[in-house]
């Protein structure tokens, strides 16, 4: 059995671009930056950033393309794919996630900081207010159909 998935949380690092392909579809490319944070043997914190490129196809292109933005969180979950080409007269390569799903993440542009408290306060209590009322009576298993 072999297994070729990519799961990856970031933000990201440009706009995503799209592009059309000859058969018409839809494609966008984007990249995600995660990084990785520790203390090494001194005590000391350190980080590192490593920046993955996305490849998205179809509907999910012009989506991607319409609402990210740069430095939005975003998961993106798919496989690693490595392509080559050459030019002028050296190969070249790139590994990239090809994603089969793209979800995305709070928006980033600070609209979260200048929220109102009274407006959270009044979005809590509709929350409160559109729970779900369950029956109060008993089930009996001998009622249940399978």
């Known amino acids: 059995m072999y297994l ?15 592009k059309a392909l000859p058969s018409g579809a839809q494609v966008a490319s984007f990249s995600l930056a995660t990084n990785s944070v520790w203390k090494d043997k001194e005590g000391n914190k350190k980080e590192a950033v490593e920046y993955h490129n996305i490849v998205v196809f179809g509907r999910q292109a012009e989506t991607s393309a319409q609402y990210l933005k740069k430095g939005q969180s975003t998961l993106v979950e798919g496989r690693l794919q490595t392509r080559s080409w050459e030019a002028d007269g050296v190969k070249k390569y790139r590994t990239e996630i090809v994603a089969d799903r793209v979800q995305f993440g709070p928006k980033s542009d600070g609209a979260s900081s200048n929220f109102d408290k009274s407006k959270q306060s009044n979005d809590t209590e509709e929350v409160k207010n559109d729970e779900i009322d369950y029956p109060t009576e008993e089930i009996n298993p001998e009622d249940i159909p399978f």
């Open 4 to 18: 070729n998935k990519a799961i990856i949380i970031g933000n990201l690092t440009r706009d995503p671009e799209i």
